[in-house]
């Protein structure tokens, strides 16, 4: 038996927002379990505290969900022993919704009237507690705080006859943001949320159905990419082949902008957009916006390097690796107090020296939260010998909070929603401080103008218009907490 892994513990003054999930499934192929267990390792970034791994070999379910990271759980020649069958599916977890315990850990998987059924889920429900409230009324009983499970229970009381009609049937009840894959003894399904929040693609490896967060889990399997899972579609996969049903009525879709800005890897291609040039053209269109007198533009490593690499071209400035990450560092712990914490940021980045020294640096950071880090990175950069420091941030200023997958603080933390650009760059103590403007990022996404009425993407975090009715307002108010505190007599096994 694979021993229980520790969780990646969260440092509280990263300044990053987390990604909700990442989800892989495989249908049909020899080795499932090690396909989708590679597939995981290309979705690692999308969630790193937890991960777990559902097979079905003709007879029976296999499953296993550990803490940690993908390489440490599922990297042992043992794995096809333990997890056979061709069929199977995985999940990379961040905890967006329920605490980081095992109990919570996906796949999740339950013994139906219809048959065994593991779900992977990436996203989060918006209507999460008023459905969980209304199940355990009815006699439910819960095995932990993830939103995840209500679907299972819903798929449970469903009354329909076949499992694809009990499945959209609890979809039809649900809420907010959502890719889901599950499988059954018979099939494999994937789904996306109608307004194509949440990302899902679907792929061929050698004539055997894969679905994935993102294009480059395909890359990783050797997958060749068939096409976006639509918005409100569900793909039902078989030894018959590939079925596509779309029981809803189609809504104009609305993709989560925040895959472009930072969530996904830049060698993916999300809703048919080049991550990597989407971040480019922000770059390019931030020194359109915002440029400024200087010697050097360098970017945060690593997710500002694409949007550095543009503003540089664009201004005809110097780009260089002023600041170097240290890819070796491993798993980062909460440090105990704010001078080791200090020490932690300088062990993840570096500066370098002989880039900063005596020059006006323009800093490009993909996008600023907390703004915790940026103060540290700021203050390294000065103490390097920079001349002046002009930060630019190629996002808009994020000022609210999100429910539909993203680990995101509440907005009474969020910096550019409690204070001015000049408070924000005294705070920062740098000479100038620009963010790219909500046009100049649908620009960047050769989306045209904004619809003001009914927008290209979900973008609520720079503009507060969010794509569905937020029914359960508790989450923000720590609602799901208090269930947590209800539930602490559980103890993981």
Known sequence: MTPRLKPVSRDPDDDKPRVECGVFGVFGAAGAAQITALGLHALQHRGEEACGIASFDGQGFYTERHLGHVADAFSDPELAERLPGGAAIGHTRYSTAGASVLR??????????????????????????TLRDRLVSEGHIFQSTSDSEVIIHLIAKSRKAHFIDRFVDALSQIEGGYALVALTNKKMIGARDPLGIRPLVLGDLGGKPVLASETRALD????????????????????????????????????????????AMPDSVVNGRSVYEVRKRMGRRLAEEALVDADVVVPVPDSGVPAALGFAQAAGLSY?????????????????????????????????????AGKRVILVDDSIVRGTTT????????????????????????????????????????IAAQMSIPQMAERFGVDSLAFLSVDGL???????ERDPVCPQFTDHYFTGDYPTRLLDREIAEGRNEQIERQLSFLVDA
Not at 104 to 127: I, M, W
Not at 383 to 407: C, M, N, Q, T, W
Request: glycine content about 8%; proline content about 6%.
């Open 442 to 448: 649908y620009w960047a996404l050769d989306a045209g």
């Open 104 to 129: 919570n850990v996906q796949p999740l998987f339950a013994d139906l009237e219809t048959g065994g059924v593991a779900l992977a889920h990436n996203g989060n429900l918006t209507n999460f507690l």
């Open 220 to 263: 990783m399997v050797g997958a060749r990419f068939v096409r976006d899972v639509e918005h409100g579609e569900i793909v039902v996969i078989s030894a018959e082949g590939v079925e596509s049903l779309k029981p809803v009525p189609a809504a104009r879709a609305r993709p989560c902008v925040f895959e472009y800005v930072y969530f």
């Open 375 to 414: 103060v540290k990175v700021v203050k390294m950069v000065r103490e390097a010998g920079a001349k002046e420091v002009h930060l630019r941030s190629a996002s808009p200023a994020i000022r609210y909070p999100d429910f539909y997958g993203i680990d995101m603080p509440e907005r009474e933390h969020l």
């Open 320 to 356: 260089e690796m002023g600041i170097i990450r240290n890819h070796h560092l491993g798993r980062t712990f909460i440090q105990p107090n704010q001078d080791a914490r200090e020490l932690s940021v300088r062990m993840k980045h570096s500066p370098n020296r002989s880039v900063l």
